[in-house]
């Protein structure tokens, strides 16, 4: 009896196909923002300059059991529909374009020197055209995140906000977000793709190798911008803010004055904590799915 050849995990072709590459790219989108939203929930809420001590947190466990127990375990995935809405086609996007620039700066060749070039300018050009979508997203997200928000709809959030602030509310935090999340994804990448190759250089079946470059990877870009994701989270969520100056920021100069003003050099890492926990087993997760998926999608074709 012929036995069936196994397709190795690694072993398909890493130019499988852009709409592979897409479709793995929204579903593990979709994972890995839907079952790490409370730590997410609990990150926004800390980076938040709250003027009720209500709404002032000292760290995860604390956020986690008075939010349960005042707003009910319910109020941690507030926001999570916008999430999904957005995170699907940004994700795809995102993997689409990363794979698709890789292979054309050359990344995809064995034995080029310094493919770690590619891999950067590919995870930068992949998070310039996501985040251009996913923005407005994150906006809603964290604006029904935040204590005592008033809205339940992410729809009903998108169209106040529009009404009240018009369309630059949506976007005011996108030059932020790029200065921030083009440097983390571009450390990202590297470093998944270096972690990877040093952990697995055979390229054989091995789930554990996503699991620990993409853990390790997230934590140590997460950790880097967490200055530029305060700045971003005050943002965009300033027209929620009771407090004049918040309200005005207009950029990442305002803001980062603002967090100096009010919190000094420690106000730069708020929310560094649940922001590196919710990378390490987010981006773990992610990468696992798209790789799983990548391989799954190509078998069945």
Same mark, same amino acid.
Not at 168 to 197: C, D, W
């Given at each position: ?7 190795? %995990? ?5 130019? /499988? ?12 989108? =979709? @994972? ?24 002032? $947190? ?8 008075? =939010?349960?127990?005042?707003?009910? =375990? ?12 957005? /995170? ?9 374009? $990363?794979?698709?620039? *890789? ?9 080029? &020197?310094?493919?770690? =070039?590619? #891999?950067?300018? /590919? ?10 979508l996913m923005n407005p997203f994150d906006v809603i997200k964290q604006r029904m995140q935040m204590h &005592? ?7 009903t959030c998108a169209k106040t906000v529009y009404r009240n602030e018009g369309l630059n509310a949506f $976007? ?8 921030? @999340? ?9 470093? $998944?793709?270096?972690? *990877?190759?040093?952990?697995? !250089?055979?390229?054989? %079946? ?19 911008? #967490? !200055? ?8 965009? #969520? ?14 990442? &100069? ?35 799915? %798209? ?11």
């Amino acid at each position: 009896m012929e036995v069936a050849e196994e397709i190795e %995990y690694e072993g398909l072709p890493p130019n /499988a196909g852009l709409g592979v590459s897409m479709m793995a790219g929204a579903l593990a989108g =979709i @994972t890995e923002h839907a079952v790490m939203f409370p730590v997410d929930s609990i990150k926004t809420r800390m980076q938040v300059f709250a003027t009720s001590p209500a709404a002032v $947190y000292t760290g995860i466990g604390n956020a986690f059991t008075r =939010i349960s127990s005042t707003e009910g =375990i319910r109020a941690l995935w507030r926001g999570v529909s916008s999430v999904i809405m957005g /995170a699907g086609p940004a994700h795809a996007v995102h993997f689409g374009t $990363y794979e698709a620039v *890789k292979e054309f700066a050359g990344g995809n060749v064995e034995g080029v &020197k310094n493919q770690w =070039i590619a #891999t950067s300018l /590919a995870g930068a050009s992949a998070t310039i055209a996501s985040d251009a979508l996913m923005n407005p997203f994150d906006v809603i997200k964290q604006r029904m995140q935040m204590h &005592k928000s008033e809205f339940r709809s992410a729809f009903t959030c998108a169209k106040t906000v529009y009404r009240n602030e018009g369309l630059n509310a949506f $976007y005011v935090s996108y030059p932020t977000t790029l200065t921030m @999340t083009v440097p983390f994804t571009a450390v990202q990448f590297t470093v $998944y793709e270096q972690l *990877k190759a040093f952990l697995n !250089p055979s390229g054989v %079946y091995s789930p554990s190798t996503h699991i620990v470059s993409g853990g390790l990877s997230g934590a140590v870009a997460g950790a880097v911008t #967490t !200055p530029l994701d305060v700045a971003k989270t005050l943002l965009q #969520t300033r027209g929620n803010s009771q407090d004049q100056e918040i309200r005005q920021a207009r950029g990442l &100069k305002d803001a980062f004055r603002i967090i100096w003003m009010r919190d000094g050099l420690k106000g730069f890492a708020r929310g560094l904590a649940p922001r590196v926990l919710t990378f390490m087993p987010s981006n773990a997760l992610c990468w696992m799915s %798209y790789e799983f998926f990548k391989a799954a999608i190509r078998d069945d074709q």
